[in-house]
């Protein structure tokens, strides 16, 4: 599976790398935080994150996910200490705060605003995913969330995590010692398993599978996202 | 050996509870994520979601008793039980349960408490199905989930 060939990429750039990541990311593992009132739902996201290596921290609601993240007091996390999370992925429909108030939170905050975010939903409404996509999320997906979806959002989310990580270090060594670029690493990422275009577009860049041009015209130019929406499903 | 003819019977179940509806695509995503270090897995999730849908399904017996009806609480229940049916993958409940919310969409108070006994009804039926599934599973011995009902 393609998830092993991911974990041992990740590998191979972090000795290629010169910084000691040791210290600051204490495993290679992708770590997500997982966002869902469901506890049925927030067993299955742990289990489908787990077997596709990631680590997982999953919470109840969007006041914790930001207690976790430490943005609730106001402690500045550099985004450097072992629990540095690299993805937050949430349900939308919430009580207390909704998924996309949470990405607006995030969105907001100097701190974590690159962590990429991704929103769940059993509701395709298509002003829904225009809006969260807008608010800067960076995918969709339609509940219930598959091993497919997971897959997904993690092959493309490791080249973008990997490329901002470079650029996060870059910004605090201030100094230019990388020899090798992130693009070109990225570019040279052996995780085609995915039919994903376009590895040098770091992040951002939800669009990943081409789409069928089934989706109405939104704002954003993505059409992966509600093409995956299953939305001429047999629901 | 003992163990074929109850995996047999085990496989015929499973089958059964596909083609009959009761089950859909997302019983079997729950099932590959099941291996040797998890695996109960599927009946773990299972557990948990009659668990967390009888308080739900408490919740609206009550709601529906308070006259008259909050159109509104009772979707949002719904919509929360709906969910969770839709992620073991519990299609005939699913369906009843988006029955239920159209009449709640249109106030329609007596097609509410309809499309509520209805769902009660598949709720428990599948349970019960669900329960002896399990049971034979833990009695015949590893699963075999590599068969697809298609």
Not at chain 1, 56 to 82: C, H, I, P, Y
Not at chain 1, 136 to 144: C, L, S, Y
Request: aromatic share 6%.
């Amino acid at each position: 599976m393609a998830r092993n060939g991911a974990h041992t990429w990740r590998r191979r750039t972090d000795r290629i790398d010169s910084f000691d990541l040791s210290a600051s990311s204490d495993t290679d593992e992708v770590h997500v935080l997982a966002v869902d009132d469901s506890h049925v739902d927030r067993k299955v996201i742990e289990r489908l994150l787990r077997i596709s290596s990631c680590k997982v921290t999953a919470v109840d609601s969007g006041r914790r996910a930001l207690q976790f993240l430490g943005l609730d007091e106001e402690k500045q996390s550099n985004g450097f200490d072992g629990l540095k999370v690299d993805l937050i992925i949430t349900d939308y429909c919430m009580p207390g705060m909704t998924g996309y108030e949470l990405l607006k939170k995030i969105k907001e905050s100097s701190a974590f605003r690159e962590i990429p975010v991704v929103i769940m939903s059993s509701e395709n409404v298509l002003a829904r995913i225009d809006r969260c996509l807008e608010e800067g999320a960076e995918d969709f997906i339609a509940k219930p969330v598959k091993l497919s979806d997971v897959k997904r959002i993690k092959d493309y989310m490791v080249r973008v995590g990997e490329g901002e990580r470079r650029l996060n270090k870059r910004k605090l060594r201030d100094s230019c010692d990388l020899s090798s670029s992130p693009p070109s690493i990225l570019s040279s990422s052996p995780i085609s398993s995915t039919s994903s275009s376009s590895p040098s577009s770091i992040p951002r860049s939800p669009s990943i599978l081409p789409a069928t041009a089934t989706a109405p015209s939104s704002p954003s130019s993505l059409d992966s996202p509600t093409r995956r929406l299953k939305m001429t499903s047999s629901e | 050996m003992e163990r074929n003819p109850m995996r047999r019977q085990l496989a015929s179940m499973r089958k059964s509870l596909f083609d009959q509806g009761y089950l859909d695509e997302q019983l079997i995503q729950l099932e590959e994520l099941q291996d040797d270090a998890n695996p109960n897995f599927v009946e773990e999730v299972v557990t948990l979601y009659y668990r967390d849908s009888a308080r739900i399904i408490l919740n609206i017996e009550q709601a529906l008793e308070r006259k008259p009806f909050d159109f509104n609480k009772l979707d949002d229940y719904m919509h929360q039980f709906k969910g969770s049916s839709s992620s073991i993958g519990a299609k005939k409940v699913k369906a009843e349960s988006t029955m239920f919310r159209e009449y709640c969409k249109s106030g329609n108070a007596e097609g509410c408490m309809r499309a509520f006994q209805q769902l009660k009804k598949e709720y428990a039926t599948l349970k019960k199905k669900l329960e002896a599934y399990f049971q034979l599973a833990r009695q015949a011995g590893p699963m075999e989930t590599a068969c697809r009902p298609k």
